[in-house]
């Protein structure tokens, strides 16, 4: 059976931060696809220059109990969309064998300097089935209509 919301997966979380312990690390609404994951740091507050990065711990550990599913680490809307903070590599993943803290790496895509304080929502944690690929080494793949075209191949409209 796959986990749904009404079914959900069981994840142990250890907490290695008081912030995230006592913040609440949860759906912020019944309907939220991801969990809030929030900044773990001993200071005030950081800053992050434009086009720099900083891996933000968010103070839990997790062990995913069911077979088949990872965690993915995605952008906050309103951080990306209003302040450019968006997670570095696009999107995190925290395979189900990982047992170390999770750390967030925010990257400044805006042309100021961001400031990040401590506790604060910095990303959204969503369980999400993955499927193993069995690779078959081949000479040749079947042909299709678009072939090799990529990257706008298809036209703006």
């Not at 800053?47 to 069911?66: D, K, M, Q």
């Not at 906050?76 to 790496?105: A, C, F, H, M, N």
């Not at 506790?119 to 072939?147: D, K, W």
Request: aromatic share 6%; hydrophobic share 30%; with cysteine.
């Amino acid at each position: 059976m796959t986990p749904t919301q009404s079914n959900p997966v069981e994840v142990k979380v250890k907490f290695l931060s008081d912030i995230a312990k006592n913040s609440g690390t949860d759906y912020a609404t019944p309907n939220s696809a991801g969990i809030d994951l929030r900044a773990c740091i001993e200071n005030d507050s950081i800053e992050i220059c434009p086009g720099e990065r900083h891996a933000f711990p968010v103070g839990i550990a997790i062990e995913i109990t069911a077979p088949g599913i990872a965690g993915f680490i995605y952008s906050r809307s309103g951080l990306g969309t209003k302040d450019g903070l968006t997670i570095s590599q696009g999107v995190g993943v925290i395979d189900p064998d990982y047992r170390g803290e999770i750390k967030v790496s925010l990257l400044n895509t805006s042309g100021e300097k961001r400031r990040i304080e401590r506790g604060q929502r910095i990303a959204q944690l969503v369980f999400m089935p993955y499927c193993h690929a069995n690779l078959i080494p081949s000479e040749e793949l079947s042909e299709t209509q678009r072939g090799a075209g990529g990257f706008g191949h298809t036209g703006k409209n």
